[in-house]
């Protein structure tokens, strides 16, 4: 068990499934003393709180509206948190002319702006503390870009950079900042997307294993943590190679999801 997480009352969000569930299981195993998981489906999330083992309060909340981060945000209030997990987030697969300009707006907001706020809100207080952590999850294809995700990719690259920065902003201070970019993980996160299952190439993590690297990123002070050896070695060639040769394979990659048979994905931020 890790001292660094000992005791800490962490904030979870989008802790009702996928990488955020298994990021709240993780970090209470690693001693966090005490978890606010919050999301918009309350069974899942108590399923969640059992696993964890700790005590756990509950936030149902939509954070792709600005009420559900104020509502958030005043369920929370007066309550020292030492640490930020800022997780949900959807996806939306399709041309971006055929995907609702609505749709995006909500997935904008619960991307980005939500992270935005809710880091904000928290930091402060953990600074007068002198003691916390914000991990942040952006994604691999933040730094490739997705044509048939478009607007996603535009989402992640913006949680992907504001992480780094604010990582490289607070390096004086006793405050830990981690971007967490995973690449495709076992989550429910293509459905809710749009995206068909056999769209995705085969090469995916579970999320046990995404949690489990970031947890030692964290713990470790890594800064950024890229889960799994394939994806860094994708992130590699990503880095080096001609952006038109970026393009050409994400397009390759990403075809099915371009072709005019294809359903854009309805959003359910
Ligand atoms: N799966 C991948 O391949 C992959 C790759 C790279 C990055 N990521 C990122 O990883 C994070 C977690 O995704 P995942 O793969 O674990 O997907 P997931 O299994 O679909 O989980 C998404 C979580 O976000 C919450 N959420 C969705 N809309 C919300 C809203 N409007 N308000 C509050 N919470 C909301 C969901 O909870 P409720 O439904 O209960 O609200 C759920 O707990 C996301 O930021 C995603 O962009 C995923």
Request: with cysteine; charged share 20%.
């Given at each position: 068990m ?20 298994e ?15 919050a999301?918009?489906n ?29 509502q958030?945000l ?9 640490g ?10 399709g ?5 609702s ?15 935005t ?24 294809i ?39 970019a ?11 997307a749009?995206?068909?299952e056999?769209h995705?190439?085969?090469?995916q ?8 690297e ?30 038109w040769?970026?393009?050409?394979v994400?397009?390759?990659m ?13 959003c359910d931020?």
């Amino acid at each position: 068990m890790s001292s660094y997480l000992s005791g800490m009352n962490v904030l979870v969000t989008g802790a009702s499934d996928g990488i955020g569930a298994e990021l709240a299981v993780k970090l209470a195993q690693n001693g966090a003393g005490s978890l606010i998981l919050a999301g918009r489906n309350k069974s899942r999330l108590e399923e969640t709180a059992q696993r964890c083992k700790v005590p756990c309060r509950l936030v149902v909340a939509d954070l792709a509206t600005s009420e559900g981060v104020d509502q958030l945000l005043s369920e929370i209030s007066g309550e020292d948190v030492d640490g930020l997990v800022n997780n949900a987030g959807v996806g939306l697969g399709g041309r971006f002319e055929d995907l609702s300009v609505e749709d995006q707006d909500r997935m904008i907001y619960l991307n980005c702006q939500a992270l935005t706020r809710l880091s904000h809100t928290l930091l402060q207080s953990m600074k007068d503390r002198e003691r916390g952590f914000i991990l942040l999850v952006g994604s691999l294809i933040g730094y490739a870009g997705g044509p048939g995700m478009a607007a996603y990719s535009g989402t992640k690259g913006f949680v992907n950079r504001f992480a780094e920065s604010l990582n490289w902003e607070m390096k004086d201070q006793p405050i830990r900042i981690l971007l967490l970019a995973p690449g495709v993980t076992q989550t429910s996160f293509f459905k809710t997307a749009g995206i068909s299952e056999d769209h995705i190439r085969a090469g995916q993590m579970s999320p046990e294993d995404v949690a489990g690297e970031a947890i030692r990123g964290l713990l470790s002070d890594r800064g950024v943590v890229v889960a799994g050896w394939r994806n860094r070695m994708l992130l590699f060639l990503v880095r080096f190679a001609p952006r038109w040769l970026v393009g050409i394979v994400s397009r390759k990659m990403f075809s099915k999801i371009l072709s005019p048979g294809h359903q854009a994905g309805e959003c359910d931020a």
